[in-house]
């Protein structure tokens, strides 16, 4: 089946520093969607985005829908404390299946 | 609005038995997916309910079942659970299903002894 191939497995940083993380799969994609989990609870939409080269910023949070469509980034520019979590990239084929990547954890260091 | 809601939170059972699982999407949500999550394999689909139809499935073994009624809201159940069947259960709701954007709830705990 299709696979979501996300990097890095994971990050620790320095407070105040930007991060950026991908998922890139062989097959194309009409969704994209990012999530953040925090330990013990569900995923939380962090950016939904749904056309190849969409933009989306949230806040401190950049994506981008990669012109492939076989891709896609996160950036978190000034990162905090509470940005620990574990990210998901998913991607949303043509037969509605969402596929997750296997998260990025993130650590910041006060 | 109030959001996706799973009931139990957390559920300790042995192998063997079965289990019952119920997920309480946004209100106005028709369609309900399932996911299995473990340390292993990450975030595995299920399947997805639509309508009170089954629209979508993923890879398990028959054990793993599922319905939705009238108000949209679904139930999961496992039979004959096994030691490996440990994960947390996650369903999430969306407006439209195949194209809309699916937002989560908090999932069960299941530990299988």
Known sequence: GQQLNQSPQSMFIQEGEDVSMNCTSSSIFNTWLWYKQDPGEGPVLLIALYKAGELTSNGRL????????????????????????????????????LIFGQGTTLQVKP | KAGVTQTPRYLIKTRGQQVTLSC??????????????????????????????????????????????????????????????????????????????????????????
């Open chain 1, 62 to 97: 950049t994506a981008q829908f990669g012109i492939t469509r076989k891709d896609s980034f996160l950036n978190i520019s000034a990162s905090i404390p509470s940005d620990v979590g574990i990210y998901f990239c998913a991607g949303r084929n043509n037969t509605g299946k």
């Open chain 2, 24 to 113: 309480s999407p946004i209100s106005g949500h028709r369609s309900v997916s399932w996911y299995q999550q473990t340390p292993g394999q990450g975030l595995q689909f299920l399947f997805e309910y639509f309508s009170e139809t089954q629209r979508n499935k993923g890879n398990f073994p028959g054990r793993f079942s599922g319905r939705q009624f009238s108000n949209s809201r679904s139930e999961m159940n496992v039979s004959t659970l096994e030691l490996g069947d440990s994960a947390l259960y996650l369903c999430a709701s969306s407006n439209r299903g195949r194209a809309d954007t699916q937002y989560f709830g908090p999932g069960t705990r299941l530990t299988v002894l």
